[in-house]
């Protein structure tokens, strides 16, 4: 395991448990920092910048009083949507800035003065991106590394195959690779240090989780899918994502329909009200691995010695 950040020691598995909107939180971030994996949630998850920043102080006492007794846990991180269109992104910003947020997974435009911003206070920007000329925006604005987001992501997602998302990636740049896209367990986590990626992202899995904000029903489909119910399309709100295909006919809506309607059609016309999706829900192709409701460190020891086990089996293939 390398990963060319100094707090590399701090981690027990490459991992960062992705955020979720209104799925990750404060507890779910603590909870997986603590076991040695990078926990994080979305700033945009909480409907005020105030709870924005209660959010950033309950995260932070909580770490600090695992430190003071004598834990070591991983950093968290902060996900924030850094494009002009996010009317909250000024405010947001000021509080990363202020908590000084150890990571920053930033999304959706790649503004120079943003990553210059976060590295003034010693923080590091890690960039989704979905193709090589995405990548080559990012690296230029100043990201430390590229999230490469690739087929099988649940919710917002690129459409290439992780195999040549990251090989096309590595042609344009030597930045550290953070893989997402359907991974499920330890094994995975392995392979894609295999395919030359520093990290990796798991979103699904942690949805099913005793500390997640996802409503039992959702927890209950997840426990009952499996990836052919996973759903592609750009429809909903223009940009592509990964619904599970259930929970989109349960809200009336028709799917050989969808497959042909333009991208965001749905949600603009007809004054069609979005309450209507609220109960919509996304997943990735690793849906089928959950299996049960766990607690967050639970999930996290599962996957640390699933992967130390992919590890050993591995090296005693090789001798």
């Known amino acids: 395991m390398t990963i060319p ?12 448990a992705a955020p979720m909107f209104l799925v990750s ?5 603590i909870a997986a920092c603590r076991a040695g994996v990078i926990g ?12 924005f920043a209660q959010w950033l102080l309950e995260t932070e006492a909580a770490l600090a009083a695992a430190e ?55 923080g ?19 990201a430390d590394a590229l999230i490469a987001v690739a087929g099988g992501a649940g919710g917002h997602c690129g459409t290439i195959n992780p195999f040549a998302l990251v090989s096309e990636i590595k042609r344009v740049t030597d930045k550290p690779i953070i893989l997402a896209g359907g991974l499920t367990n330890g094994q995975d986590l392995l392979a894609a240090e295999a395919m030359g990626a520093a990290m990796a992202y ?40 990964n619904w599970y295909a259930p929970s989109l006919v349960k809200a009336g809506i028709d ?9 965001g059609k749905i949600v603009t016309s007809d004054g069609q009200s979005k309450q209507r999706y609220k109960g919509i829900w996304s997943a990735g192709h690793g849906i089928g691995a959950t299996t049960e409701v ?12 699933e992967y130390q086990s992919a590890r050993r089996g591995l090296l005693q293939q090789l001798d």
């Open 5 to 16: 950040f100094d707090f590399a020691d701090r981690l027990k598995i490459p991992l960062i």
């Open 25 to 29: 939180n404060p507890k779910m971030t």
């Open 40 to 51: 994080s949630y979305p700033a945009h998850s909480t409907r005020t910048r105030e709870i």
């Open 68 to 122: 003071n007794a004598g834990e070591k846990p991983a950093p968290y991180a902060v996900n924030l949507v850094v494009h002009p269109s996010n009317a909250r992104m000024e405010g947001d910003l000021e509080l990363v800035i202020k908590h000084k947020v150890p990571i920053v997974l930033t999304s959706k435009g790649a503004p120079d003065d943003v990553f210059k911003m976060i590295h003034d206070y010693g």
């Open 124 to 142: 590091v920007a890690f960039h989704d991106v979905a193709s090589a000329r995405h990548a080559e925006k990012a690296v230029e604005a100043g």
């Open 202 to 241: 798991m979103g699904t899995r942690f949805i099913a989780t005793e500390e997640s904000l996802a409503p039992r029903e959702y927890c209950d489909a997840l426990i009952a899918g499996k990836a052919t119910d996973i759903f592609l399309s750009a429809a909903l709100d223009g940009a592509p994502a």
């Open 255 to 263: 799917l050989d329909e969808l497959a042909v309607t333009r991208p």
């Open 294 to 305: 766990v607690p967050v460190r639970a999930l996290c020891e599962q996957l640390i010695g």
